[in-house]
């Protein structure tokens, strides 16, 4: 078993930045990836970012290239999310992912084995 737990979330302007954490624990070798979801209210729960745990590869929506910027800290065990030019339809609970399995697509939510509970991202305009 893998336990996620983010940490970050807030309320913040449009144009402001903010930086999500999600810390790993448990069978943490066992991770091949990490992902970063959300779900806004009233719409499905939406691919957001992920990285390959050993290369480092990521991957982005069209929605958040430019903007956002996923990273992982291996030591820590933490993937982060740096959101910046945030805009209001970045409003959304913000979940962190990991999958165990090699190969597949890192875009399709059932890829992923573990789930965080969820942070509140909110963006004002």
């Known amino acids: 078993q893998v336990q996620l737990v983010e940490s970050g979330g807030g309320l913040v302007q449009a144009g402001g930045s903010l930086r999500l954490s999600c810390a790993a624990s448990g069978r943490t070798f066992s991770i091949y990836a990490m992902g970063w979801f959300r779900q806004a209210p009233g719409k499905e729960r939406e691919f957001v970012a992920a990285?390959?745990?050993?290369?480092?590869?990521?991957y982005y929506a069209d929605s958040v290239k430019g903007r956002f910027t996923i990273s992982r800290d291996n030591a820590k065990n933490t993937v982060y999310l740096q959101m910046n030019s945030l805009k209001p339809e970045d409003t959304a609970v913000y979940y962190c992912?990991?999958?165990?399995?090699?190969?597949?697509?890192?875009?399709?939510?059932?890829?992923?084995?573990?789930w965080g509970q969820g942070t509140q991202v909110t963006v004002s305009s």
């Open positions: 992912a990991a999958r165990v399995r090699y190969g597949g697509s890192y875009y399709t939510e059932a890829e992923y084995n573990y």
């Open positions: 990285v390959n745990w050993s290369g480092g590869n990521t």
